[in-house]
């Protein structure tokens, strides 16, 4: 028997499981389809937002905006699925030099950064685990989302609501009708592609210019270091997790896009933890994956210009966890409110 929904979601990654959210959260019904593969960008990301970009000391793209949203959005998710998976977090930014620290001081006098940066620089040694030449200064309002625990509790509930289903979705499959499409015995008014990097074969938007940039992490331990809540960063993040472990990255590679661990990637990232840390690290584990980049580095969402029952989300590069909540609830009122989408994210840019 045919089922209707408003919206089948292709991908479970971040940006798919934010795209559902906003349907169910607008009491809408939905088929999310996600091919369970082990590794994937969202599965492997440490999770992290941070409001200010530390190379130019300036607030990250949109970030007043964003974060409400952000913070809205990882609620519901919460709320329907019982469990805690965001957590505002501080970051330590470890100075490099004292033309980096004046900077800093300049910028937190401003009131546009007042939320963000602090002034106060500390000389707080972590126990003397951290090399600590020009001091430090702290961010607010930055905090990281456990996804892969967050996609998992996501899936099932949406089994609950029978709107999950684990298959490859083949582009074949699909029938296109006036006002909607057919998948299996589905039909739907939209079907949206949250496929992340895998968007460079979607058929129908082949013309995305698409910069996948491939990514490696380490699970570390450090002897002694007791970072509380924050995240410390210095070339590299370093992000608690539990019992000593912490997360550390990430690399950029735009070649030789897979999504094996390498020693070039374990080697970079000891080199700049061991530029910040002078305690014993032990290496517990290692992850690569496949961040969905663009070229302009901003995200990619809208309608197909002539198959307006075609829609995709995408593009989330670094970013996904800043950036999915809001524009997955700008694609949603762009497709049900006929409200504009940002100019630099819109797909009619390209
Ligand atoms: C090492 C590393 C660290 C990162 N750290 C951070 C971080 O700290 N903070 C941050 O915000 N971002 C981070 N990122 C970036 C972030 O991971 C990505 O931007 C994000 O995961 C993209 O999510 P997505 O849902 O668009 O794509 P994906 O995570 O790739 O999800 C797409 C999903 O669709 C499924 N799929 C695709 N095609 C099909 C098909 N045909 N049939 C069925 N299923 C399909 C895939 O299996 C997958 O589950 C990091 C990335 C890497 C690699």
Known sequence: MMKNVDAIIVGQGI???????EFLKNNKKVLVIDDEKSVTSSKVAAGLYNPIVFKRVVKSWLIDELLPVLNQSYEYIEQCCNAKFHRPRTIVKVF????????????????????????????????????????LATVNKAGNVDVKSMLTAWADYLKTKESYVNEAFSYNDIELMNGGVKWQNYKAKY??????????????????????AKGELLTVKIEHLNTGNQVLNKGVFVLPLHEGAYRVGATYVW????????????????QKLHKLVKSNIEIIDQQAGIRPST??????????????QLAILNGMGTKAVLLAPYFAKQLFEHLYHQKGIHPEADIRRI
């Not at 940006?15 to 959210?21: C, D, F, I, P, V």
């Not at 058929?203 to 995305?208: A, G, H, S, T, W």
């Open 15 to 21: 940006s798919g499981t934010l795209m559902s959210a």
């Open 96 to 135: 490099v030099g004292e033309d980096e620290k004046l900077q800093w001081l300049q910028k937190a006098q401003q009131p546009a950064f007042s939320d963000y940066l602090n002034q106060y620089i500390s000389d707080d040694t972590f126990n003397d685990c951290i090399n600590l030449h020009h001091g």
């Open 191 to 212: 079907l949206i592609f949250c496929e992340g990097y895998r968007a460079i074969n979607n058929p129908f938007f082949n013309n995305l210019p698409f910069v996948p």
């Open 255 to 270: 070649d030789k896009i897979n999504e094996e661990t390498t020693s070039e990637g374990l080697n970079e990232i000891m």
């Open 295 to 308: 070229k302009d580095r901003r995200p990619v969402l809208g309608k197909h210009p002539n198959l307006p």
